[in-house]
């Protein structure tokens, strides 16, 4: 089955205790992107990629890491996590024949 | 990418047609009309996209006004699983694009 799989599903952490969440796809697609949402502000681009090794940042970077060695992973790494950073994660991807993006199913970080 | 206005929340009983609309007054003559869905929290799903012709698949209908100003998705036999909030987005669609997310529109499928 076609899809993006995002670890863990939820997690709960300790202001400062560096996490990675993991993202991983198996279609081949290019591009990648990992979003936040919150309430009363939507979702929200934290950075996206457009190829192996080809990163950039989106519309709220800061307090974020990714990198893309492989195609179908997209790690996002949180290396001091802040309680400002809780929220509900999701990854995408899409290649250029695909009509629309596909999401995966959420990570809910909750930093205390 | 243009900004879309659409209505915070709608309800339509199911088995209805659920209409729902967008205002995109500012977008440009390559942006994309783009339709996704949040059921609760789950990732968003894609719906439909088109430029300017009415678009069909097996999810809804798009129909875009002649001069590009709005849009409206159609469902046309809703059911309890369409409650979900809607977004309309207007992205240039290079394959890479940035989905710019509103607050969208919350329907809600009555019995």
């Known amino acids: 089955e076609a899809q993006v799989t995002q670890n863990p599903r939820y997690l709960i952490t300790v202001t400062g205790k560096k996490l990675t969440v993991t993202c991983s796809q198996n279609m081949n697609h290019e591009y990648m992107s990992w979003y936040r949402q919150d309430p009363g502000l939507g979702l929200r681009q934290i950075y996206y990629s457009m190829n192996v090794e080809v990163t950039d940042k989106g519309d709220v970077p800061e307090g974020y890491k990714v990198s893309r060695k492989e195609k179908r992973n997209f790690p996002l790494i949180l290396e001091s996590p802040s309680p400002n950073q809780t929220s509900l994660y999701f990854c995408?991807?899409?290649?250029?024949?695909?009509?629309?993006?596909?999401f995966g199913s959420g990570t809910r970080l909750t930093v205390v | 990418d243009a900004k879309t206005t659409q209505p915070p929340s709608m309800d339509c009983a199911e088995g209805r047609a659920a209409n729902l609309p967008c205002n995109h007054s500012t977008i440009s003559g390559n942006e994309y009309v783009y339709w996704y869905r949040q059921i609760h929290s789950q990732g968003p799903q894609y719906i439909i996209h088109g430029l300017k012709n009415n678009e069909t698949n097996e999810m809804a209908s798009l129909i875009i006004t002649e001069d590009r100003k709005s849009s409206t998705l159609i469902l046309p036999h809703a059911t309890l699983r369409d409650t979900a909030v809607y977004y309309c987005i207007a992205c240039y669609n290079f394959g890479n694009e940035k989905l710019t997310f509103g607050t969208g529109t919350r329907l809600t499928i009555i019995p």
């Open positions: 995408a991807s899409k290649n250029d024949r695909a009509v629309g993006y596909t």
